[in-house]
């Protein structure tokens, strides 16, 4: 199995769907955000529930403040409304709170979907601000490299921005340890008048 990662946003998509479909001779799963693809077939769809927000009850809640002052992520706004885009469900609100106001939930993170468009497998995701990325990267490959049909399939990738190791484990321009390929110069996606270039990169590999 090969697996090639393309950084860079919007163009990206549309160079993928065309680099497979010029790999057509060889096995290609593609892993992608969320497009608009075709979709032929649907083979399955998971909803990803990882992670925990803070919830006030304001019903309950005299408006004391000692959860926002509790809070070290500036999570709590002065309406009391919990911003789960920056809470990390640690306890301190929860033990602050002298009238028991506050509870936790488990909130969906992400979705994955797989299906067929024009006969090569997408794995097509989408996930919230506050989903844990690194360890849904790695879901989302083991499903990609599920519906791999031999040694020789290609799982073509689009590259995740910002990785956790875009910034911290990274070191050498877009590498990825996972990828034998990355295409695209400094994060930024190869153009699509290079198209040509890139899928020569690719059969020159194989
Ligand atoms: S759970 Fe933690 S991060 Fe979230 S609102 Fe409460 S104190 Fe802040
Ligand atoms: S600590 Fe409890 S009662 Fe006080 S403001 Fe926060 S939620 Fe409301």
């Given at each position: 199995?090969?697996h ?25 799963v ?114 990609a ?9 290609w799982i073509?990738e ?49």
């Open positions: 199995m090969k090639v990662i393309v950084y860079g946003n919007g163009p990206t998509k549309e160079m993928m769907l065309e680099i497979a479909k010029r790999m057509k001779k060889k096995p290609v593609i892993i992608i955000g969320e497009s608009n693809l075709k979709v032929d077939e649907v083979l399955s769809y998971e909803e990803v529930y990882d992670s925990k927000k803070a919830i006030i009850n304001l019903d309950k809640c005299d408006r004391c403040g000692e959860c926002l002052k509790a809070c070290q992520k500036g999570a709590i706004s002065k309406l009391f409304k919990v911003n789960w885009d920056l809470c990390e469900g640690c306890p301190a609100c929860y033990y602050s709170c002298p009238l028991g106001a506050i509870d936790f939930k488990i909130v969906k993170s992400g979705e994955i979907r797989v299906f067929i468009s024009d006969g090569i497998p997408i794995v097509e995701y989408t996930y919230a601000p506050w989903m844990n990325r690194y360890v849904f990267v790695r879901h989302v490959r083991d499903i490299k599920r519906l791999a049909t031999d040694e020789n399939t073509i689009e590259g995740w921005h910002p990785m956790p190791w875009a910034f911290n484990v990274r070191v050498d321009g877009c590498d990825d340890s996972e990828a034998n390929l990355v295409l695209g110069s400094g994060c930024q996606p190869p153009s699509l008048k290079d198209l040509d270039s890139v899928v020569r990169e690719l059969e020159v590999m194989i």
